[in-house]
C-alpha cells in the first residue's frame, strides 16, 4: 500500500520499527456507522469502517483482530457482527456485549460466526453495571466465553471477591487502568495478578493514552512490570479508532512501545501471535 495514503483516525504515516512476526493479532479495535443509533448516554464517533482497519492492519502488518463492541451500541451487536462475517472465521473473532440472561439461541448464531467472549464496560456503565459481572461471569462459563472487563483500578478493587471467583477467563482491558505509580500497592494489582498467575486472567496493552493522554509512553514502567509478571497472559491491541483519545495517536509509534515493554523478541511473539490464538481460538 502508499505509505502516505491517509487512514482515517491514526496520525500513522509509516510502518512500525518493530518487526511484526505473522499471525500478529490486534485484540481490540471497534467500527462505527454515524447511521446506527446511539443508546443514550453513548459517545457517538464518526464512520470508522472495517476497511479503514483493514489499511491500518497492513500498514501495521498484522494480519488478524478482534472486534469489540463497544458502548456506544448498547446491546444491539449488528453492526459488529456484520463487519465479523466480513472479515471472516481466518481473520476476525468478536467480543460482543449481552445481558447474562441473553437467549441461548442468539448465543449459539453469535458463536458460529466468531463470537468469543462479551463485554462490561464498567466506566461508562452503558448497558451493564457491577451487579451484572458475576451473572454475566456463570453466563460466560456455560458457554465457554471469556468475560472481557473494562474497570477502573477502582472497580477492579470492589469486585474482588467475584473476579476472583469467576468461573470463565476474565480479560482486563487497558493495564487494566492500574495507577502509573506504586500500582504495586492498589488493591486491583492483586487481583489481576491473582487472576494471571492462576492462568485464569489476561491484560490487553492497548490504550496507554487512557491513563496519561498527553504522555502514553509514561505506561512504560507498568507495561514492563506486566510483561514481566505474566507475559503468557497479556495480548495487544490498537483501540483503534481511539474513542478515548484526546488526540489522534501514531498507532506504529504505539506499537513500537511494544519494544520497550517486552524486549524480549519471544516475549513479544507470545504478546502479538502466540497468547492471542490461544484467548481467541486463532488456528
Known sequence: ???????????????????????????????????????????????????????????????????????????????????????????????????????????????????????????????????????????????GWHMQVFASAGQIAELAPVLRAAPCPVVFDHFAQLPLVDWAAHPAWGVVMDLVQAGRGWVKLSSPYSLDQARPQAVAPLARALAAAAPERMVWGTNWPHPNATTIPDDSALLDLLADWAPDAAQRRAILVDNPARLYGFA
Open 1 to 143: 500500500m502508499d505509505h502516505a495514503e491517509k487512514i482515517l483516525f491514526t496520525a500513522a504515516t509509516a510502518p512500525p520499527r518493530l518487526a511484526v512476526p505473522p499471525g500478529a493479532v490486534d485484540c481490540h479495535h471497534h467500527v462505527y456507522d454515524v447511521a446506527a443509533p446511539v443508546v443514550p448516554g453513548g459517545r457517538e464517533h464518526g464512520s470508522a469502517t472495517l476497511e479503514d482497519h483493514a489499511r491500518l492492519l497492513a500498514r501495521l502488518g498484522v494480519q488478524r483482530q478482534v472486534l469489540v463492541q463497544p458502548s456506544s451500541y448498547g446491546l444491539d451487536n449488528s453492526l459488529h457482527l456484520a463487519a465479523l462475517r466480513e472479515a471472516g472465521p481466518d481473520r476476525a473473532r468478536m467480543v460482543a456485549v449481552v445481558r447474562p440472561d441473553f437467549e441461548p439461541a442468539a448465543a449459539r448464531e453469535m458463536a458460529a460466526a466468531g463470537v468469543v467472549g462479551a463485554r462490561a464496560n464498567l466506566v461508562q456503565g452503558i448497558p451493564l453495571g457491577l451487579a451484572d459481572v458475576a451473572p454475566l461471569a456463570r453466563r460466560m462459563a456455560d458457554l
